[in-house]
């Protein structure tokens, strides 16, 4: 296989910027092929200093699902004059609008970590690699935004508040059924109605779930051989189609952007399926049974702790250490539910391409993949006879990462 000159990453979303931005990074410190001797050179399938980085997207913008805008709208304003009479006068403000995502969560995996880290890495791009520190919004643990959480009715085009908790859920919010802005005011528009309905469908759906636990059937046995199945579908046959289609549909699109029905659940909700179907590491802990959420309060209750395996270790390992690198930062993001950026997270991707053109990433826009195939010795061979400038085949080769 011939030494890797090109790679091409299909898609400027911030996935595609990110892979883009790491490998900018990456190829200036690796050897130069022109050192490498004429018999290695055979050899060689890894890519080198000179490896070219070509970005394509096939819309006009660069960003994907991150798409900020601002708009000035004009707000009325209370405005106190002499004598302490007040007048109201319309004024102009500047908003942003995001069409996609507008928050980041600072916990989880070292991923969330990298998005934060004060130092340079090759790894990944950080808020302070592109001096964003300063536009970070932060939402505090204790804030209203944070402890409620809302969807929007199609029946009566209002706000529903969700439940935040068993005790909530059984018909006593902790909020008394209030909700309260930052000033302490009553937030106006709320469907309590629609609110108390969700609230008698989860509890229908947990009790008829639990019931599951009671059956006289054989429990489920540990196995390597389930068939993987979607977020909905899991729902459906626990809690009841009407929660995964009120609730668990729009809490899946709020997270992913994405359909329950079609996401999986051993990918993005793990938890959920290692406690409907067990491993053999843990099938001596916990019988499973056909209700989700007796397996889950058992497992947590009950169950034993399963050791890591040693990728698990690494992972965990990794991401101690990301987070412990960031120093104070670490400790203050702790008391942050999400934050955002001054202007919306647009901001980030935008400085993510001015840094990989900068690093010399050719970056394509409104071009259309028309082929995708392996040519000889393996390569996969992306062509563009669309555009002029990218007759000659391009490919596609990351497995030296």
Not at 127 to 136: A, G, K, N, R, V
Not at 210 to 226: C, I, N
Not at 260 to 278: E, G, I, N, Q
Not at 280 to 286: K, L, P, V, Y
């Amino acid at each position: 296989m011939p030494p890797v000159n090109n790679i091409t990453i299909l898609g400027g979303g911030l996935t595609g910027l990110t892979l883009a931005y790491r490998l900018s990074r990456l190829i200036p410190t690796l050897p130069s092929l022109s050192r490498t001797s004429a018999d290695s050179l055979h050899r060689h399938t890894g890519a080198h200093r000179d490896t070219r980085i070509t970005l394509i997207e096939r819309s006009e913008r660069i960003g994907g699902w991150v798409n900020s805008k601002s708009e000035v709208v004009r707000v009325p304003k209370s405005i106190t004059k002499g004598k302490g009479k007040v007048q109201s006068e319309a004024i102009d403000v500047e908003v942003t609008l995001e069409a996609g995502p507008r928050s980041i969560r600072p916990k989880g995996s070292a991923g969330a970590a990298y998005m934060l880290k004060l130092n340079l890495t090759l790894r990944s791009f950080q808020i302070q690699d592109l001096s964003l520190e300063s536009s970070i919004l932060s939402v505090p643990l204790d804030h209203p935004s944070a402890q409620n959480r809302f969807i929007l009715s199609r029946a009566t085009n209002r706000l529903v508040r969700l439940p935040s908790g068993l005790k909530d859920v059984m018909g006593f919010p902790s909020s008394g059924g209030k909700v309260n802005s930052p000033n302490g005011d009553v937030v106006a528009g709320t469907d309590a109605g629609e609110e108390r309905r969700l609230r008698k469908l989860l509890r229908r759906g947990i009790l008829g779930d639990l019931f599951k636990a009671r059956s006289t059937g054989s429990p489920v046995q540990a196995t390597s051989g389930y068939k993987d199945t979607t977020v909905h579908q899991l729902v459906c046959n626990t809690l009841g189609p009407s929660v995964a289609n009120s609730l668990i549909s729009s809490m899946v699109h709020g997270i992913y952007a994405a359909d329950s029905r079609k996401l999986s659940v051993r990918s993005t909700f793990p938890m959920l399926w290692d406690a409907m179907y067990p491993s053999s590491a843990n099938a001596s802990s916990i019988k499973k049974t056909g209700s989700l959420v007796w397996n889950l309060l058992s497992s947590s209750l009950f169950g034993r702790k399963i050791p890591k395996t040693p990728e698990q270790e690494q992972r965990a390992k990794e991401e101690a250490s990301a987070w412990h690198e960031l120093g104070d930062l670490n400790n203050e993001r702790k008391k942050w539910s999400v934050y955002g950026l001054q202007g919306g997270l647009g901001i980030l991707t935008d400085k993510i391409r001015e840094a990989v053109e900068e690093s010399k990433v050719e970056v394509a826009t409104n071009c259309v993949v028309e082929n995708i195939r392996v040519g000889s010795q393996g390569v996969v061979e992306v062509c563009l006879p669309s555009i002029p400038y990218f007759n000659a085949e391009t490919i596609l080769n990351l497995q030296f990462l």
